[in-house]
């Protein structure tokens, strides 16, 4: 079994190409770092195994994702490689080709992508191939059309040193700074080596300029013999995309019309209309089971697994709709527009435009995005941005917005969630501005980003992407969320001496609430209950509605509401302690996956610092919503008043942190221009 390495610049349609080939299912999107480890699969009809490397623009790396792809192509000089390419971007493309030839690398494919979108495509593959002496094919790997004959010729390449023992299965390939190895059996250090090659610190900057030079002189000649030409992309629609004003009002409306749909009537309606599904079900098959509920089994069967699993999935529906908007703009190319406007909004804070990816990715799941910061070459923005994602408010947070919103806030929940995402956002840039005044960095001016053209949506994609989303949800109430339910079951119904006594107040959650009390009770919310369902979502934030479900002995997402509001059930808020307790999951420390993701980037101590400044700004916060909720204000009031504070707050942050020499680079950097980006 031979080796295939796939190997070209960001968001070129690397991954796209991969799963083609493989008939896998990674996640492919319009920007950069979605691929930040290597990945590795047997293609399909063939004896070999494709490596997907992270993207790079040339052999000389700078962030550990790059060093990560150049290592492993050095230490496989002899294999096949397969470098794809952007046909409407080959000038910029073709520089790392040119670099892999000038390396020495000579068992080198040339895929051109998207090449139906080049008039004279031919022509110029026809030039490439006799001027570099490389094959060249022309693909598009959306469409699969010219993958065929790239398939055939890899099908057909022999590797004089294969290997046997490579997995059948899908497989994340890290580099061991240990061994110097990658695939490492040996060494449980899998982190990868921050610090920069010996060769890249070495580079000289003037000699390295007259080589760019040179290869880009090379490739102009190769394309104008070529006749080669792009498409015309100056279209309305990319000048408005690029307008600051207008991009930032649209983006407002855009997610403003998203979160009506997701946590409006229609939303509402399919989750009630799923949990009423699910309910009917669990009677039609356990009929006479919930009146039987002073037996143990039974009490188990029907509390302890099915109680609260099965009311969380009743949120299916709000979270598949969330990632459909988002996986939709993403397909059709708005999404990176805008990223790429708020790129120097995020500077001001201390951020990286490379952070903007990072925080999109950490709307959808907070562990992804801590891994992505691997595209970050500058390790203080690298840890800075980790360091505020848990505030940027996951998916798995959707389902205890909808639950407490349906029973307190009905009218107002699109515009709670709202403020709730908008909390979540200033907090972290308030964070990152702290960071920034204890670690000052320069801005980073080469920062790099593709723009894809705005296309019309590919249904089916974004279909599979937003499933995808709802089968790894699912995966973790299969897993994990069972498990805790189990658990929250036992410590509701048993005592410390192991007697089953469902309505005692000698049972586990009693003991434990009434340690924990007065901490919790200045916010509001100081009941056994809710604070075991907060220890559970230290696990799986979903895990807070399944606990509170259980505590409240109820069996779906419609009965909790109503019970939430009864003083006699072992949880229950009013208006102000609902508020402060959303807030109060919106900032606390993310789920233990995160923490371990945290761990393993950047070390126990930073893991730690994170989780305790999670702690206290969500106890801070929410004491003070709570107050205000209780004030005149009432809950609009007080969330308005959260808003402003903190956007005044950051502001002030901004003007204290401002370094005139930073100023003064950041101005010159705008002006010069040197932000590489293409609207293709």
Known sequence: MGRVILVGNPNTGKTTLYNTLTGASEKASNWHGVTVQIKARKIEQTDHVLYDLPGIYSLDCFSPEEKISVDFLRKNK???????????????NLYLTLSLIESGFKNI??????????????EVSEKLSKELNIKVFNI??????????????????????????FPYKVESVYYCKNCETFLCKNCNDNRLEKEVSKETKNINEEDFKNKAKEKYVKINHILNNANYSQKSANNRLNRLFCNKIFTIVVFFAIFALIFIFTFGRFGNYLSSSLGTIFERLVNLIFPNLKFQTSNIFVSFIYDGLFGGVISILSFLPQIALLFFFINFLDDVGILSRFAFMFDEFYQKFGLSGRSVFNIMMGFGCTTSAIFTTRNIADEKIRKRTALVLPNFSCSAKLPIYACICSAFFAGLKVFIVFSLYLIGVLVGLIIALFSKRINKTKPETTFIMEMPKLRLPRIGKIMQDALRSVKDFVTRIGSIILIMSVVVWFISNFTFKLSFEPNSNKIILNVIGSVLSPIFQPLGFGLASIIVALITGLFAKEMIVASLILSNGVTSIGLLSSSLFNPLSPAHFTAASAIAFLVFVLLYPTCVSAFGAMRKEFGLKTALTSFVVQLVIAYAVSLLTYNLALSNLGVMGSLIVIVFMFAILALFMVKLTRDKDYDKLFKNYNKSKNKAYKVA
């Open 140 to 165: 598009d790997a959306r469409t699969k059309k010219g993958c065929a004959k790239l398939l055939n010729y890899i099908s057909n390449y022999k590797d004089e040193n294969s290997f046997n023992d």
């Open 78 to 92: 002899d294999k096949l490689i397969i470098n794809i390419c952007d046909a409407n971007n080959l000038k910029r």
């Open 109 to 122: 494919v040339l895929a051109i992508n998207m090449s139906k979108e080049v008039n004279n495509i031919n």
